[in-house]
Nanobody, 122 residues
Framework: QVQLQVSGPGLVKPSQTLSLTCTVS??????????WSWIRQPPGKAKEWMGA???????YISSSVKSRTSIPRDTSKNQFILQLSSVTPEDTAVYYC??????????????WGQGTQVTVSS
């Protein structure tokens, strides 16, 4: 059973960098053919895919956050990380990490982390 656990601050000040860590157990982040995604859901809005890291370490970032986002990984700890810079109150959301496969451009999720509320406020 794969489990994902999100950790990080619940409150970030505007203009700072948000850093969240997803720790994976029960499976390796380097195992093909899986992708490891970050998704967020702002209050009252639909879930938004932010980006993903492949089992080989390649990253794919949504154009909406591309200039501010990176997704590094630490294979020794089986973790992947979301770094979102220059945050504004519009980045307030519940942030999730999840595992998916991608076939013909379609993402299919099978495991999700619990989600963590991040509020951007001074």
């Amino acid at each position: 059973q794969v489990q994902l656990q999100v950790s990080g601050p619940g409150l970030v000040k505007p203009s700072q960098t948000l850093s969240l860590t997803c720790t994976v157990s029960g499976g390796s982040i380097t195992t093909s053919p899986y992708f490891w995604s970050w998704i967020r859901q702002p209050p009252g809005k639909a879930k938004e895919w932010m980006g993903a890291m492949s089992y080989s370490g390649s990253t794919y970032i949504s154009s909406s956050v591309k200039s501010r986002t990176s997704i590094p990984r630490d294979t020794s700890k089986n973790q992947f990380i979301l770094q979102l810079s220059s945050v504004t109150p519009e980045d307030t959301a519940v942030y999730y990490c999840a595992r998916c496969t991608i076939v013909a451009g379609i993402r299919t999720y099978d495991y999700w982390g619990q989600g963590t509320q991040v509020t951007v406020s001074s």
